[in-house]
């Protein structure tokens, strides 16, 4: 019956006239520049003491909410960012260059979740931002380890790798009134009267495959409405262009159900019934929503308008086309927009601050173990393997994290292979639990 024009693959997001609202992409924070390792060194002098600068800071990859931005298209059509890597120190204490940040403008409204769909933004409003990746840190010179007893280090940190996320990326639209009907039920004819939007309309079902917004005015108010593309019987289930539009609805703080009077195929009075059963369907939180059922097409209504009045006593019947009962119309939504922001106040700007939990994973693999976690991880790859002395100070971090008491309490046992980051250690425990936190002796030094 109704024979979608063209059909978008569920999960893919819209997309007409280059409006796209629902993004994966992949943020890579730029690594940390290496510590130098470098000597004092002048043509006809004796060697002199190390001099090695520091790396600098990888850059990081920062998602603002712009509002210069209305669609997360750019993103769709480049999903990979990153950020420039950090500097490499040099000799004669010269630090690396700080990795240049990349900031990606996004719309306000965008919301952000992880790979593990845990909602980690909301920038709801413009300039609320988040660091999607950071960048790694830049590792240490030489000069940074020298000591009274360890004059002259020939070795230098290497620097952090950036952190990397995959992220969704989803576009809310924030709008105070969400217009929700069937396909071809005036929706955008309605939008079309009531605000400056220009969408297009026509006689056939889908001609929206986007949704559009509008600004509308009621006297000193205004408030903004979204037209979003038509829903039918099962639309959660993926009929007709499907449900995710409503996705532009879930900030509205009023809900419109308009009813089509000249519906030929169906008895439009039951509509209401079937769009609030698909406004479950997508999100439960919808049904308790503030609604107003809104009767269109009066022009043509004949018998079903007074059917309207006894079943919705509070129901308006208009005619965009004829412009009869639009003014009461643009009043009450004005009122109940007020009303239900008073309750429930407009979407602000959230971002997780998340103290990253980073445990210490072990796992048998190969007949030897793998160890993972975030920062154990990152130890083992800003050290330099090359010098034993580095390595040292590795154990010793490897030991106060407590690598070593998990590797114990995995059944780890002396001699075993152990992997960390890529790198193959042979496990040579310290001792007991009780001095596992000291970083005191390590093998070699004691
Ligand atoms: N007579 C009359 N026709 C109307 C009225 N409102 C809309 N129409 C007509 O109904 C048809 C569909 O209108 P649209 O505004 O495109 O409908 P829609 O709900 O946006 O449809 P989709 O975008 O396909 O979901 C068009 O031919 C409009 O001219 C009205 O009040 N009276
Ligand atoms: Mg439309």
Not at 264 to 272: G, K
């Amino acid at each position: 019956m109704w024979s979608p024009r063209r059909r978008l693959s569920k999960g893919q997001g819209a997309s007409q006239g280059g409006f796209v609202d629902e993004v994966r992409i992949f943020v890579s924070g730029g690594a940390g520049g290496s510590g130098s390792a470098a000597f004092h060194h002048e043509p006809y002098k004796p060697k002199g003491g190390p001099d090695g600068g520091d790396g600098a800071d990888g850059g990081s990859v920062t998602l603002r909410a712009d509002r210069s931005v209305g669609t997360l298209l750019e993103l769709r059509d480049h999903p990979h960012v990153k950020a420039a890597p950090g500097g490499a120190g040099r000799s004669k204490r010269r630090d690396g260059a700080h990795g240049k940040n990349r900031v990606v403008l996004v719309p306000p409204g965008t919301v952000v979740h992880d790979e593990d769909e845990v909602l980690i933004a909301d920038l709801a409003n413009p300039g609320d931002e988040i660091v999607a990746a950071a960048g790694g840190r830049g590792g240490r010179g030489n000069v940074r380890f020298t000591t009274s007893t360890r004059r002259a280090p020939s070795w230098a940190e290497k620097g952090e790798p950036g952190e990397e996320r995959r992220l969704r990326l989803e576009l809310r639209l924030l709008a105070d009134v969400g217009l929700v009907g069937f396909p071809n039920a005036g929706k955008s004819t309605l939008i079309s009267r009531i605000s400056a939007a220009r969408p297009k309309i026509a006689p056939y079902p889908f001609t929206t495959l986007a949704p559009n917004l509008g600004v509308v005015r009621a006297g000193e108010a205004t408030f903004v409405v979204a037209d979003i593309p038509g829903l039918v019987p099962g639309a959660h289930a993926g009929k007709g262009l499907g449900d995710r539009f409503l996705r532009h609805v879930r900030r509205a703080a009023v809900l419109v159900f308009l009813i089509d009077l000249a519906a030929q195929d169906r008895d439009p009075l039951d509509d209401v019934v079937v769009l609030e059963a698909e406004l479950a369907a997508f999100d439960p939180t919808l049904t308790g929503r503030p609604s107003l059922v809104i009767a269109t097409k009066l022009d043509l209504g004949g018998d079903r308008i007074a059917q309207v009045e006894r079943r919705w006593p509070d129901a308006l019947v208009i005619s965009a086309v004829t412009g009869a009962g639009i003014d009461g119309l643009i009043i009450r939504l004005a009122r109940a927009v007020a009303e239900a922001r008073a309750e429930a106040p407009a979407a602000v700007g959230y971002v997780r601050h998340v103290v990253r939990e980073d445990p210490i994973r072990v796992i048998r693999e190969d007949g030897g173990w793998r160890v993972s976690g975030r920062r154990a991880e990152r130890a083992v790859q800003s050290t330099d393997m090359a010098h034993d002395e580095a390595v040292v100070r590795l154990q010793r971090r490897l030991i106060s994290m407590g690598v070593e008491r998990v590797l114990e309490d995995a059944g780890a046992v002396r001699g075993d292979e152990v992997r960390i980051a890529g790198q193959v250690f042979g496990f040579e425990p310290e001792g007991s639990r009780e001095d596992a936190e000291s970083p005191g002796r390590t093998p070699g030094e004691s």
